[in-house]
């Protein structure tokens, strides 16, 4: 089936307590629906967040200028065409971009998130990184998420790892000065992945963070014949 982006949008604004993303009408039940939510203050988890999201991971950066944040859910038929809103105590520089995948995954787990990767990378240069990490099952679909704080523009590139059969989406404006990138892949193989690497058109220091995550393909299903033993 591979993977496919059913929707796109994004929130931005130069002082907010909120920030509030709409789902694409296409999405249908058991799509996965992936939330990214960047503030420019060190604020941490929101007050409010939509029924049925689910914190993956969030992060501080150096100096703990900036929040980062990833929050997942699998779809139900509601979803479609529906706002989903994040709320904060304190208003300041806000981002947030939604974006939902339509793909073969193990539906029958509660999460299937099957690890994450969460390094922070503080380091100068042009690139976003996730630290490599272990993938435990064959044919997983791998998420990369990419944000940084810039007062000047900054264009994102997909990383070339662990595949290069990339989807996904960018966001990001001098508004805000936040900017996203929501990457996805299936892998072929199983184990490290590499580290993979968002491109920036320019370096960034401090301001910056990437996550990574892999997704629990569906079990394998063995014909009937495969699972009757015969004696004679």
């Known amino acids: 089936m591979g993977i496919s982006r059913i929707g796109f949008d994004d ?7 909120s920030a509030t993303l ?17 503030r420019n203050a060190n604020i941490n988890l929101p007050t409010t967040v939509p029924e049925g999201f689910t914190l993956v991971a969030s992060r501080q950066d150096v100096g703990l200028l900036d929040f980062f944040g990833i929050y997942i859910k699998k779809a139900v038929a509601g979803d479609a065409g529906s ?9 300041t520089k806000t981002a947030g971009t939604l ?8 539906q029958g787990v509660a999460n299937p998130v099957t690890v994450i990767s969460d390094t922070l990378y503080p380091t100068a240069g042009a690139i976003l990184r996730a630290a490599s990490m272990v993938v435990p099952h064959r044919g997983s679909k791998v998420f990369t998420f990419g944000a940084l704080y810039s007062t000047a523009t900054v264009t ?25 990138g929501m990457y996805a892949t299936e892998w072929g193989d199983k184990g490290a992945t590499g580290n993979m690497d968002i491109a920036l058109s320019s370096s960034i220091t401090t301001n910056k963070h ?8 569906p079990p394998i299903v063995r014909p ?9």
């Open 22 to 38: 709409a789902v694409s009408a296409s999405v249908i039940a058991g799509d996965l629906i992936f939330a990214m939510l960047s």
């Open 210 to 217: 990437c996550f990574a995550l892999a997704i629990k393909p």
């Open 99 to 106: 974006a939902s995948f339509r793909t073969e995954y193990d």
């Open 224 to 232: 009937a014949f495969m699972q009757q033993r015969h004696f004679l």
């Open 156 to 180: 994102l590139s997909p990383p070339l790892v662990p595949a290069a059969n990339i989807t996904g989406a960018t966001s990001g404006n001098t508004t805000c000065d936040m900017w996203h």
């Open 83 to 91: 706002s989903k809103q994040w709320v904060w105590s304190t208003s």
């Open 11 to 17: 929130d931005s604004s130069s002082g907010s307590t």
